[in-house]
Nanobody
Framework: QVQLVEPGGGLVQAGGSLRISCVASGGTLSNYAMGWLRQAPGKEREFVAAISWSGSRKLYADSAKGRFTISIDNVKNTVLLQMNSLRPEDTAAYYC????????????????WGQGTQVTVSS
């Protein structure tokens, strides 16, 4: 059973940058697509970015385009999300998730989830 752990997260000022990571243990990322999704208090969980196992296919939510970059390290079984130009509305719990097959954007497409890491952007 794969476990996804998300170290990182924290508090950052608006306009700043933060990188969060997701490390898979007890399993592999091979042939799986990985995604980052987030959930703010009182809101539904929403898609942020996704990447194929090869790294050749990436998808971003409109809110993340041009600011966030997702990447994958197959050797280290790690997925990264580099977030730049952060805004207060990016404040949320960020979750790493894995799905079999191709990249997708619906939270219900993902079968394995990390415990989440909090990102707070102050104005």
């Amino acid at each position: 059973q794969v476990q996804l752990v998300e170290p990182g997260g924290g508090l950052v000022q608006a306009g700043g940058s933060l990188r969060i990571s997701c490390v898979a243990s007890g399993g592999t990322l091979s042939n799986y697509a990985m995604g980052w999704l987030r959930q703010a208090p009182g809101k539904e969980r929403e898609f942020v970015a996704a990447i194929s196992w090869s790294g050749s296919r990436k998808l971003y939510a409109d809110s993340a385009k041009g600011r966030f970059t997702i990447s994958i390290d197959n050797v280290k079984n790690t997925v990264l999300l580099q977030m730049n130009s952060l805004r207060p509305e990016d404040t949320a719990a960020y979750y790493c998730a894995r799905k079999s097959g191709v990249v997708a954007t619906r939270p219900t497409d993902f079968g394995s989830w990390g415990q989440g890491t909090q990102v707070t952007v102050s104005s």
